[in-house]
């Protein structure tokens, strides 16, 4: 049998002898220098200093991850240019970016195509540095005014991620499909891009930020296009309890079965922290600091091949939670809004029990056993089937364990605990097979190595729960077919 199942991982997992089974990945979270939202638009010049400014600090970050053996390093998005600008402060910041297909190494002929001094010095850093780099800024597109959707300025501006090889070739460039509120600067492309590329180790796909929520083209990168390796630009502000970086994009990398290398931007006046590299098994290493403003760089070794390797078995997500007896509900389900949606609740008042609550067509089981109640403490058990508000535009599956500030006000979920759990069982009857585990430590610290999925859908832990407060436990679905439509 053991024979069987090693042929059976070299068929699958080694594609020829010179593809690399692991890789280092290097992701950087940068403290950008942004430009100033209310000024009128700079001169090209004036534009460029400020990108170099931040090139400056991307370029250190790449030397010491080209260093540390890293094959690629990601930066985030808006970590060059263009944070809060409005529509006609943002054209000096913008490089005219050709599709890849050109065949096109920046470094090695500047002036090709029209002015791109930020995508030569992308490209030299590279190719000086034998990385594969990936970096987020601004491309224009001339339009036709014939074509409808022609903005009336001439222009298509896109919120873009390109990647270099170690040559210094542009080998990638994709243009964020779901703007999130405010970026007016930015136009939708048409359709969804889903762009990928080849490397020795691996088949990498591109998306950025908010796109991580939709199906295109973030899944079917992964379900359609078979990519081992996600790229992650973004500039995430964290929400609890369902929405911290860290949390949602390593539970992202897990329900998906993915690396994902995850780049975000550092401010902690605007709550942006948590960078990490994630794959499936692995929650971290990650950085999260919301103390200090200081960039970090994280490195991480990764199997280079995470789709066909039999490593991550496929979960039924349902089959324990639509197979058992419901459990009696709490004495008390009330409805009660956590962040900003309206949930069925329960107050988990023993310190262990069994617990069922139902929200429209999910049902929501929990079995739990406290280890030592901090009486001042309130954990709630929460179902949530429906549009996530305000803007109703995704469909969310929830089952939520969670402590709240306060019965009356679990709207907020507190950064800290400090009631510890000896075990917990949760599962769910979601309609949808897109759910993404998230456990949350005090101090929004993940839980590495303490919980693990069951194939039945059972998100469970591990002994070494008890070692650490627990400040959320959730299965966070998406039923993307329940989505409004565009
Ligand atoms: C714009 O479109 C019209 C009609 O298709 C075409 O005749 C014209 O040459 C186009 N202009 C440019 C600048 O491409
Ligand atoms: C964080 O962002 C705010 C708002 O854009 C800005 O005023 C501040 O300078 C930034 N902080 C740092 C450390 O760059
Ligand atoms: C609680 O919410 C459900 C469905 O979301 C609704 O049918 C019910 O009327 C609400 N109950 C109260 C007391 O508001
Ligand atoms: C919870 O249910 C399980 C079986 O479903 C049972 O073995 C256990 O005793 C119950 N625990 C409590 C505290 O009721």
Request: negative net charge.
């Amino acid at each position: 049998m053991i024979f069987i199942h090693l042929f059976i991982y070299n068929l699958f997992c080694v594609f020829n002898s010179h593809a690399l089974d692991t890789f280092i990945a290097a992701v950087y979270e940068h403290v950008p220098f942004f430009p100033d939202p209310n000024q009128s638009p700079v001169t090209r010049e004036e534009a460029l200093s400020l990108m170099n400014k931040n090139i400056d600090v991307l370029e250190t970050a790449v030397q010491a991850a080209a260093e540390k053996g890293a094959h690629i390093i990601v930066t985030p998005e808006y970590g060059i240019c263009c944070f809060n600008l409005q529509r006609d402060s943002v054209y000096p910041y913008l490089e005219d970016i050709p599709d890849p297909e050109v065949n096109w190494i920046p470094c090695s002929e500047p002036h090709r195509f029209g002015p791109a001094q930020v995508l030569e010095r992308l490209s030299c850093m590279a190719k000086t540095n034998s990385i594969y780099l990936v970096a987020n800024i601004g491309d224009k597109k001339i339009c036709n005014a014939s074509d409808a959707r022609c903005p009336e300025d001439g222009h298509f501006i896109y919120d873009t991620t390109v990647a270099f090889d170690a040559e210094g070739k542009l080998i990638a460039r994709y243009h964020k499909y779901h703007l999130f509120h405010g970026e007016d600067q930015f136009n939708v492309p048409k359709e969804p891009e889903f762009v990928t590329f080849d490397t020795p180790f691996g088949k990498f796909g591109i998306f950025i930020c908010f796109d991580i929520l939709f199906h295109d083209p973030a899944v079917a990168l992964v379900i359609s296009h078979n990519v081992d390796t996600i790229i992650f630009t973004t500039a995430w502000f964290n929400l609890l309890p369902h929405f911290s970086a860290i949390e949602f994009h390593s539970s992202w990398a897990m329900g998906m079965g993915v690396n994902l290398l995850s780049s975000n931007i550092h401010n902690t006046s605007l709550h942006m922290t948590g960078s990490g590299i994630f794959s499936p098994d692995k929650l971290g290493p990650y950085y999260y600091n919301k103390d200090t403003d200081e960039g970090r760089l994280v490195t991480s070794e990764l199997k280079s091949h995470t789709r066909n390797c039999p490593t991550h078995s496929l979960v039924n997500w349902n089959l324990y939670a639509t197979s058992i007896e419901h459990f009696p509900p709490g004495t008390n389900v009330f409805n009660g809004t956590i962040f900003i949606d309206e949930f069925s609740l329960t107050e988990l008042t023993e310190p262990q029990g069994n617990y069922t609550v139902c929200h429209n067509n999910l049902c929501c089981h929990l079995n739990y056993n406290i280890l030592e109640k901090q009486s001042d403490e309130v954990y709630v058990l929460g179902a949530f089937d429906g549009l996530h508000a305000p803007s109703k535009v995704f469909h969310i599956e929830v089952c939520t364990l969670l402590k709240c500030k306060s019965l009356e006000t679990c709207v907020e979920a507190g950064e800290t605990a400090s009631t510890r759990f000896e075990s917990f069982s949760l599962s769910g009857s979601f309609a949808t097979s897109y759910v993404f585990p998230e456990v949350l430590l005090s101090d929004v610290q993940l839980a590495a190595g303490k919980f693990q999925v069951l194939n039945d859908g059972r998100l469970v832990s591990l002994p070494s729960i008890s070692s650490k407060p627990l400040l959320s436990v959730s299965l966070f679905g998406r039923n993307y077919g329940k989505d409004p439509q565009k």
